[in-house]
DNA sequence: GTACTTGCAAACTGTTTGCACATCA
DNA sequence: TGATGTGCAAACAGTTTGCAAGTAC
């Protein structure tokens, strides 16, 4: 199932006239198993282990593409780096924990009806919506005891 | 007005024991003066313009700085740089636009609803909400024709 | 006077690019 | 075979840091 999310994606590639390599192929495997939310560096070392030959590089571009192709979406859910996730049909935005780094995806009809209020008050019309909560997720509040 | 937040905002280095210099004070007036949102490139540029002396590392040691007393707030919101506005104490949101880079302010209830939703469905403590919808502004979508 | 700040240059991180070689259709 | 893709090294942009000289208090 996650596994045909691969296969259509790699569809889309040849459909665009892009190849089907090993590496684009590999990219792809590690974004789907790996509940999203990566970065190039760390998507670059799960791939190193599989492809000890892979580079940096490959990693950047192919990343590049699958974004152009609208495979994958980047995000910047912190300042300093970008984050892949596989582009989903559904709408979700992301709550991050400032402790662990875990990210959640939630949606919530609530996010509509501000991008409706705020639109038809400001006048513009919105595009794209990023909506990021932070905070300590259960786990990470249970542990710090507090 | 706007002169009393710089002033309350040296008083606040000065209660930390920290130094209030030609260069922070520039900066601040900068970011003053500025409708916000600048990053730390134009900073300096604009800070050149009034001290030819003045360093890029001044600029973002001050940033910093400022930063950590609470005085500006680092935004991100592209994927490429920070930007920097006075810390305020109204929460607020950005309507960014996607042709001419305006950022606009916002706020709505329903944004606290959004967060005590979410909190509650995923037991996550919330710390920090980051709304940010991007769109062309009612000026450049005239301008835009269609 | 002394601790804090600055300017400069050099280092660092994340990302992109030029180019020769490899490779898939 | 010819267009595409890869690996490597070098280039870049944004940001940080070490150090000697300068400055606020």
Known sequence: MTEARKVR???VLHAHGKRITAQRALILEIIEGSE?????????????????RISLSTVYRG?????????????????EHHHYELKDETVHHHLICSRCEKVVEF?????DRL??????????TIERVHVDLVGLCPECRAREGS
């Open 107 to 111: 949606d919530s009809s609530l996010v």
């Open 9 to 11: 994606a790699l569809e």
């Open 115 to 124: 991008v409706s209020q705020v639109s038809a008050e400001e006048g513009f």
């Open 63 to 79: 990343l590049n593409l699958l974004q152009e192709l609208g495979i994958v979406s980047e995000l910047h859910l912190d300042e």
């Open 36 to 52: 999203g939310h990566l970065d190039a560096g760390e998507i670059y070392r799960r791939a190193r282990a599989k492809d000890p």
